[in-house]
């Protein structure tokens, strides 16, 4: 079993940035690939950003592509989602999740708000 705690979260204005981050305890998170989700308020969950095992990989959804960045420390068990430049339409609960394999994902966090403001 992975436990994941995530954390990072506030209110900025547009523009502004915020790091969230993804902290593992249980098992190394080495072990597994890790992704970014967020659900804004009547939405559905949506993929953000995910890395493999090694951070050889990453991917991310279009509407991030070129703000947030995933990156992640198997030494201290944690991943990290970089979101610059961020905009109204950000806002939304973050979820982070992990799992043996890009696209599987077996064990989610209890997610952290990040709000933007206009």
């Known amino acids: 079993q992975v436990q994941l705690v995530e954390s990072g979260g506030g209110l900025v204005q547009a523009g502004g940035s915020l790091r969230l981050s993804c902290a593992a305890s249980g098992r190394p998170l080495s072990m597994y690939a890790v992704g970014w989700f967020r659900q804004a308020p009547g939405k559905e969950r949506d993929f953000v950003a995910a890395i493999n095992w090694s951070g050889s990989t990453t991917s991310y959804a279009d509407s991030v592509k070129g703000r947030f960045t995933i990156s992640r420390d198997n030494a201290k068990n944690t991943v990290y989602l970089q979101m610059n430049s961020l905009k109204p339409e950000d806002t939304a609960l973050y979820y982070c999740?992990?799992?043996?394999?890009?696209?599987?994902?077996?064990?989610w966090g209890q997610g952290t708000q990040g709000t933007v403001s206009s």
């Open positions: 999740a992990a799992g043996r394999r890009l696209g599987t994902w077996d064990y």
